[in-house]
């Protein structure tokens, strides 16, 4: 029995080495990440519904995505109501503004909105 105690935890050592070596790193993440937009480029709107929700400034954004996680549609419809933020088509094409890390300020170039400025998400910027 004493033999065997050392060639268990020798085992258990080589295992957890083992399980330790072969994680994923998080550079081989199966997710994909957009890249951040670059000022000056266009690109199109999407999003898991069919329109796009475009905030016209970051605060609005902020409180846009606080709606948005809390499931609350009826501030995002009421933000929309009183012009706080437009609806534009899955898409649509926007020019990057500013690219930044997370958000991006950008003006809608096609469709009824064409002209408008507006933030989103980086995610949202294909």
């Known amino acids: 029995m004493k033999n065997i ?3 268990i935890a020798v085992i258990l050592l080589l295992l957890g080495f083992w399980l330790i070596c072969n994680q994923p790193s998080a550079s081989s993440s199966s997710s994909y990440q957009n890249p951040r937009p670059v000022t000056g480029e266009t ?3 999407h999003t898991s519904s069919k329109m796009v929700v475009v905030p016209k400034t970051r605060e609005i954004l902020d409180r846009t995505i606080q709606f948005g ?3 609350d549609d009826y501030g ?3 933000q929309v109501a009183v012009g706080d933020c437009f ?3 899955q898409g649509t094409t926007a020019l990057v503004i500013n690219g930044g890390s997370s958000v991006s300020e950008i ?7 064409d002209g408008q400025v507006g933030f989103v998400p980086n995610d949202f910027l294909k």
């Open 69 to 71: 996680l809390a499931g």
């Open 76 to 78: 995002i419809t009421k």
């Open 107 to 113: 003006r809608i170039k096609s469709g009824p909105m």
């Open 87 to 89: 609806l534009v088509d």
């Open 5 to 7: 105690v050392p060639l």
């Open 43 to 45: 690109k199109s709107l």
